[in-house]
């Protein structure tokens, strides 16, 4: 694992979005997975600015989304397909069926996560996944639990996690209840796994995640058992890391 602490959120997101750059030019057709929310806000603007100034051709890529809010349309402005939209796809003009998103709305929500399964498993595996950190630990929306969830599954939310999401929706209680997440397994299968953290309230998880043992207690915490996982830290979010383990610092 290696483990990056960047002197800003800026410089954080800059090395992230290099990082999937390097990913798509090696690899055009590259197969990423991607979270929503505000840590990786800037890395999918600065992606959009690539493909703007031509400096890399996003077109051929797919992209998979970590989770979605169930009981939210696609062309809801709270979802997450929409967060994508705006933030990504509409700038790398992505054609509808390189996207894929678990739909929030279906009807038979088993269903609809052994279909996000199978297109997990069909697109042949994922080339990099971009996450984020719950202050809970979680990844996706896969929250603290007692047990690691193989394959993407409905999931109910957190209190903290709603509380934390609230801010996109009118009040705690218009806070979506349930989402769809990919599974640990799934994510776990991914060829390389980048883990975005920014800001005070990550500190402790990320703490948690990288130092202590891997438990479901903070589902980030199994990212330890994985090959290449490449953990990029605003130093705010890096407050409780000891120096021994940090690898590079980035100013
Ligand atoms: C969202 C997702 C979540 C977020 C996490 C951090 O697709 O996968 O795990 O990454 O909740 O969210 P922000 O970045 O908003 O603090």
Not at 24 to 50: D, I, M, N
Not at 208 to 231: G, N
Request: hydrophobic content about 45%; charged content about 25%; some cysteine.
């Amino acid at each position: 694992m290696q483990i990056a602490v960047a002197c800003s959120y800026e410089a954080m997101s800059e090395i992230a979005a290099q990082e999937i750059l390097k990913t798509v030019r090696k690899k055009p057709q590259s197969v990423l997975a991607l979270a929503a929310g505000s840590t990786p806000v800037l890395v999918y603007e600065k992606l959009g600015r690539f493909h703007a100034e031509k400096e890399c051709d996003f077109s051929k890529i797919t992209t998979f989304q970590i989770d979605e809010y169930i009981g939210l349309s696609t062309d809801d402005k709270r979802s997450f397909f929409q967060f994508f939209q705006k933030y990504l796809f509409h700038k790398i003009t992505l054609p509808l069926h390189k996207i894929h998103t678990p739909r929030g709305m279906a009807e038979d929500i088993a269903l609809e996560c052994q279909r996000y399964h199978e297109e997990i498993v069909m697109s042949g595996g994922i080339d990099l996944l971009v996450l984020g950190i719950g202050s809970n630990g979680h990844i996706g929306f896969n929250e603290p639990d007692d047990f690691f969830t193989a394959k993407t599954h409905a999931v109910e939310l957190s209190e903290a996690t709603r509380r934390a999401n609230s801010r996109f929706f009118k009040d705690l209680d218009d806070t979506p209840k349930w989402a769809i997440s990919m599974g640990i397994e799934e994510m776990m299968h991914a060829k390389k796994i980048m883990l975005l953290a920014s800001g005070t309230g990550k500190a402790s998880a990320l703490a948690e995640a990288l130092t202590r043992d891997i438990t479901p207690k903070i589902p980030a915490s199994i990212l330890q058992f994985h090959q290449d996982v490449l953990v990029i830290a605003d130093e705010a979010a890096a407050m409780r890391l000891s120096a021994d383990i940090i690898t590079e610092r980035i100013i």
